[in-house]
């Protein structure tokens, strides 16, 4: 909407569909999760790594620190492992 305030500023959506470009790419792969289990978990992870890049995080970096110190973190203080408390 700020484009009709502003006469300089053009309807542009590229940035969106930039963003969910990769989701309906998937789209056909999702029909082979395995179950709704898998397609929540499929779901879970392309959340978590989206978050990671929204925040600046390279998310296989994230990935794989946080699958490391996964076994051995108390479950009470999982939240600290997500890409928003860093």
Known sequence: MRYTESGILEPDNNRLERAIRPIALG??????????RGGRAAATMY???????????????????T??????HPISQVHELLPLAR
């Open 27 to 36: 789209r056909a792969s999702w029909m082979f999760a395995g179950s709704p």
């Open 47 to 65: 959340s978590l790594l989206g978050t990671c890049r929204l925040n600046g995080i390279e998310p296989y970096g994230w990935l794989k620190e």
């Open 67 to 72: 699958l490391e110190r996964l076994p051995a």
